[in-house]
């Protein structure tokens, strides 16, 4: 099995962990309960104060990522799928690290206390790389591969 396989399938266990793992500590921030910041809580907190948001980031932080991670599975045991699909999931999948990026920038910005990115969004953050390099190993794979139809050798006269 190759290694990519293999870390892809570690990321069906390991981006769980990484939505209930501390993205970062916050001190004096109204809109959060605690003062760790998860993947898990921040859609839990978003859901009080904007189901929309919340739904959003919940589809763009943890099913997308992990929806294209199990794609990338079936893809490695043979599925072929729809053309195309695979680019479109993983390109929705980085707005995760972008939706992240951006709150920090926002909290640091107003001015409310203070926000410091804990171990899970180092953990989060290798979990959408580790994803990215495993789509473009599968994708490389798929273009090596010859097709089989005109690879077959004529039979002989």
């Given at each position: 099995?190759?290694?990519?396989?293999?870390?892809?399938?570690?990321?069906?266990?390991?981006?769980?962990?990484?939505?209930?793992?501390?993205?970062?500590?916050?001190?004096?921030l109204p809109?959060?309960?605690?003062?760790?910041?998860?993947?898990?809580?921040?859609?839990?907190?978003?859901?009080?104060?904007?189901?929309?948001?919340?739904?959003?980031?919940?589809?763009?932080?943890?099913?997308?990522p992990w929806?294209?991670?199990?794609?990338?599975?079936?893809?490695?045991?043979?599925?072929?799928?729809?053309?195309?699909?695979?680019?479109?999931?993983?390109?929705?999948?980085?707005?995760?690290?972008?939706?992240?990026?951006?709150?920090?920038?926002?909290?640091?910005?107003?001015?409310?206390?203070?926000?410091?990115?804990?171990?899970?969004?180092?953990?989060?953050?290798?979990?959408?790389?580790?994803?990215i390099w495993?789509?473009?190993?599968?994708?490389?794979?798929?273009?090596?591969?010859?097709?089989?139809?005109?690879?077959?050798?004529?039979?002989?006269?």
């Amino acid at each position: 099995m190759p290694f990519h396989h293999l870390v892809n399938l570690t990321l069906l266990a390991v981006y769980p962990l990484a939505w209930f793992a501390p993205l970062a500590t916050a001190g004096v921030l109204p809109w959060f309960s605690g003062n760790q910041i998860t993947i898990a809580d921040g859609v839990r907190d978003l859901w009080e104060v904007d189901p929309a948001l919340s739904l959003l980031v919940a589809l763009l932080a943890i099913v997308v990522p992990w929806g294209k991670t199990v794609m990338l599975v079936a893809i490695h045991r043979g599925w072929q799928g729809p053309a195309g699909l695979i680019e479109a999931v993983g390109k929705l999948s980085m707005a995760d690290v972008f939706l992240i990026a951006l709150y920090i920038v926002v909290v640091k910005g107003v001015g409310i206390g203070h926000v410091t990115p804990a171990w899970g969004l180092w953990l989060f953050t290798g979990c959408v790389l580790a994803s990215i390099w495993v789509s473009w190993k599968t994708a490389k794979a798929a273009r090596i591969v010859p097709d089989q139809a005109t690879s077959e050798k004529a039979p002989p006269d």
